[in-house]
């Protein structure tokens, strides 16, 4: 029985849906924040672009200017008053190759385009510089260049040909203040920008301590959390779990924290219980296993004094029964001996019926003891040379393999692990089933082939006979089971049943398959040596072969 908590009862908040809450609120607050910040370092970036770019080299072309505008105005005044070409010196430095002087670059002005005052105010400035330059200090420079040699005759052609200096001081006067007011609103323009640019870096200096406030309570209130929600509660299951694993199944496990917490706490007390039905139950399954145990250890001493029982009766049976078993077929090939032809047809057919019926008695209760005394015997099992084995059971066999003539092919035999003369056996057996049952047509062939398995020989007895049905592939090794009637071919019956059992003796197992063409395959496997490492599939080529005729 399974017990499963009631999740239904856990009415809380979750755990996750507590951490969703406390980082969508922190992470609202670091996004405003970085926004803010974001923002104030673009702002402050622009502002300083613009205070330190267009607007500084502004004013240093604005100053400059005014410097120029300056010396350009006293070059021109000691040139009309000396009409010395050494005084105009500072008017061609000061306007240059372009003539003029120039208050602003190209490029700054596209720049301060967007700034309308500072614009109008270069404009103004503009149109009284060029005024100045139109209307007096370009016709009094080509006024002297014009004059006659002389300092006195040019002075007396100025009067007539160049611009009053009246007009020249008040159009200089004009042009610098035009130059003067453009320089402040430039100026005030820049100041301007600079505070603007220092309230957003003090704007980006709070936003960047925001972010650290809200990092450093973010993780105070991530330690809180999980100290309160994960930390203590799962301390305290740790206890509870340590106290259960030490022994004390007993001891209740609560429910601790809430949440995921809570709800592994009820689990783990589930499990508890569980372990403890489970423990109950094994405990008694210990005690039934205890009881079949000792029931089994009564029946195996039965077994065992049944087997010695057995035993006793099987040689009792054998001696006791054999004995009469001999005077029986004795008396009855005597009375065959000394009456046969004496009597009728009738009575002759009856002594011969007892005769074999004595013979084949005997050699069933051989049989039987061969197939009783497997495995019983004590001889203790050694490495064994299946060649040598082989060449004996082909002795014992010769004057059937002789009267047959057949032909026995074989693979190098290995060395196995087991007992000789029960190994010489089932040659002996199996080879003389494929004589026994040879097919009348052809000449019996048997070949016998070895394969190196892993753990073992596997050994394969292939004829050329009457073959078997596979239907009764199994029923072959069964004690006393016969295919085919006496009249057909002699036996009792037990040979397959012996090998079977002196295989499986061996650990080994034995089947049987068709072969092709006709025949039989019967293969079993046998036991290295000991010690002895699988070492792949045995050389199929014939190393020997034993051909008896």
């Not at 029982?309 to 040689?315: I, M, N, R, S, T």
């Amino acid at each position: 029985m399974t017990l499963v908590p009631d999740e239904h009862r856990f009415t809380g908040v979750s755990m996750r849906r507590r951490l969703a809450r406390l980082l969508g609120a922190v992470a609202a607050m670091l996004v405003l924040a970085l926004a803010v910040a974001v923002l104030a370092l673009v702002q402050s970036r622009s502002l300083d672009a613009r205070a330190d770019g267009p607007y500084y080299r502004a004013l240093v072309d604005g100053e400059r200017a005014s410097v120029a505008l300056a010396d350009a105005d006293a070059s021109v005044s000691a040139y009309r008053a000396t009409c010395d070409e050494a005084a105009l010196e500072p008017w061609t430095r000061a306007v240059g190759a372009s003539g003029r002087i120039m208050l602003l670059a190209d490029v700054e002005r596209r720049a301060l385009a967007s700034d309308a005052e500072v614009l109008q105010a270069y404009e103004e400035a503009v149109r009284r510089t060029d005024a100045w330059f139109d209307e007096y200090a370009e016709p009094v420079v080509a006024a002297v260049e014009a004059a006659p040699a002389g300092q006195m005759a040019c002075q007396m052609e100025l009067l007539s040909t160049a611009p009053p200096i009246a007009r020249g001081d008040a159009l200089y006067e004009a042009a610098n203040d035009a130059v003067s007011r453009y320089l402040a609103e430039l100026s005030a323009q820049r100041d301007e920008v600079v505070d603007t640019r220092a309230v957003w870096e003090r704007l980006l200096l709070g936003a960047v301590a925001t972010l650290v406030l809200v990092v450093v309570l973010m993780g105070t209130m991530m330690w809180l959390a999980l100290e309160s929600w994960v930390i203590r509660p799962l301390t305290e299951l740790t206890a509870a779990v340590r106290v259960v694993s030490s022994g004390v199944l007993g001891r209740e496990i609560r429910p601790a924290g809430t949440g995921e917490v809570a709800l592994l706490a009820m689990h783990v007390e589930t499990m508890r219980r569980e372990l403890v039905h489970q423990v109950e139950e094994i405990r008694l399954s210990h005690q039934e296993v205890e009881n079949a145990h000792t029931l089994l250890s009564e029946q195996a001493r039965e077994l065992e004094r049944s087997n010695r029982d057995l035993e006793q009766f099987a040689y009792v049976a054998s001696h006791d029964l054999q004995e009469p078993l001999r005077k029986v077929a004795s008396f009855t090939q005597l009375l065959q001996k000394r009456y046969g032809g004496s009597l009728d047809d009738r009575a002759d057919q009856y002594i011969e019926f007892a005769v074999d019926g004595a013979k084949r008695m005997q050699r069933l209760i051989q049989d039987l003891l061969s197939f009783s005394r497997v495995g019983r015997t004590g001889v203790p099992r050694e490495d064994v040379e299946l060649e040598g084995v082989l060449t004996a059971a082909l002795a014992e066999l010769s004057d059937r393999i002789r009267a047959a003539d057949a032909e026995i092919v074989h693979d190098p035999m290995p060395v196995v692990h087991g007992e000789r003369a029960l190994l010489q056996q089932i040659f002996v057996n199996l080879i003389g089933n494929s004589l026994k049952f040879r097919d009348p047509d052809r000449p019996p062939s048997v070949r016998i082939e070895v394969r190196s398995m892993r753990a073992h020989w596997e050994i394969s007895v292939v004829d050329n006979g009457i073959g078997i049905d596979a239907q009764y592939a199994e029923r072959v090794f069964v004690i006393f089971q016969r295919l085919h009637s006496r009249e057909q071919y002699a036996g009792t019956g037990i040979g397959l049943s012996l090998v079977k059992r002196i295989v499986e003796y061996h650990k080994g197992r034995i089947w049987i398959e068709p072969a092709d063409g006709g025949g039989t395959i019967v293969r079993f496997t046998l036991a290295r040596r000991q010690g002895q490492p699988g070492t792949g599939r045995l050389s199929t080529e014939r190393a020997q072969s034993t051909t008896l005729q």
